[in-house]
């Protein structure tokens, strides 16, 4: 029998008493004997996660959005225990990539047909110790999106509340000049936007930057978007979602790929950093990766790079 422990977020989304029994009912009579545990404040889900660990739990569910699931992965990394993720949250753009349905029954039900796969991860070293992201790290304008849209705002609204705020803040993007060390390789660049990835899949779902980008591919792919304003804003997303497999023409959209990624703004104040939609400290950061440091539960959609 599977031993299951549900985590979940009631800040993250509306209707969230009545999604939790609905995940509790459907895993009980799927087999899996379940758990709950609530988090009542920051770092929560992370406590939690750690203090699980030895007490016989085969799968830790993620019950909120993205920066909840990090907050466990980061707490089970290693140990062999798998993270499973019902969406509840604004972006859920780790489910998607997980080939697992967004709306909380379908995705509870098919976690009991899904299969553990090992993942990579990306860490960050901060003062407060290490902090982990599955999809993305960002700064510039995806960052200081996140930092300005409040909680509420993402409760009510879902991801509609980044895109209101997107569409209004687009015309003040700025470029700004970086130095990117990937591996031993150093850039000089301008970037409103620098991504660190380990998906492919962006929200809100059906933006796949590349089908080779999965995050069991052993790599860290950086795109970096130079743009000043809405037009070469909406410009440069554009070369990035339609000319992805090379250095655009308009030479808005620089990608490189390595293990280990080292981002310093030479100008101008601190930018914000953002690990899963989770706003975390300023710039400059490294991300370096972890080979298959994450159990998690897939869907049968989900193709590994060997097929």
């Known amino acids: 029998m599977t031993r299951a422990l549900v985590i979940t977020n009631p800040f993250a989304a509306r209707g969230h008493a009545h999604a939790v029994t609905e995940i509790v009912k459907i895993l009980g009579r799927g087999g899996w004997k379940v758990d709950l545990r609530t988090i009542t404040g920051p770092g929560d889900a992370r406590r939690i996660a750690e203090e699980s660990l030895g007490e016989g739990f085969d799968v ?5 959005g993205d920066g909840t ?20 949250g604004t972006g859920n753009v780790l489910a998607g990539n997980l080939q697992l349905p967004r709306s909380t029954a379908a995705a509870a039900r098919a976690l009991l047909k899904a299969r553990a796969h090992a993942i990579d991860l990306g860490v960050v070293e901060r003062a407060d ?24 705002q993402k409760r009510r609204w879902k991801f509609g509340a980044y895109i209101v705020r997107a569409v209004l803040t687009l015309p003040t993007v700025r470029s700004a000049p970086h130095r990117v060390t990937v591996d031993d390789t150093t850039t000089e660049m301008r970037a409103a936007m620098l991504l660190v990835l380990n998906c492919g899949k962006l929200p809100p779902g059906f933006l796949n930057l590349r089908d080779t980008l999965v995050p069991d591919d052993g790599w860290l792919d950086i795109v970096a978007l130079d743009a000043d304003g809405a ?11 339609f000319r992805s497999r090379g250095t655009s023409k308009l030479k808005r959209v620089w990608w490189g790929r390595g293990r280990t990624v080292r981002v310093e703004l030479t100008e101008g104040l601190p930018r914000p950093v ?12 490294e991300a370096r990766l972890l080979p298959g440091a994450l159990a998690v539960l897939v869907g049968p959609g989900f193709k590994s790079p060997d097929g």
Do not use: C
């Not at 953002?274 to 950061?285: A, M, N, Y």
């Open 231 to 241: 037009f070469q804003g909406v410009q440069a997303v554009l070369e990035m979602l």
């Open 129 to 152: 110790g290490a902090h982990y992201f599955a999809v993305v790290a960002g700064t510039g304008f995806d960052a200081q999106l996140m930092a300005a849209t409040g909680r509420e």
């Open 274 to 285: 953002q690990l899963d939609g989770e706003v975390t400290g300023t710039t400059p950061f």
């Open 69 to 88: 699931a990090m907050q466990i992965a980061a707490g089970i990394a290693g140990s062999g225990i798998a993270l499973g993720v019902v969406p509840g």
């Open 60 to 64: 830790l569910v993620s019950h909120g």
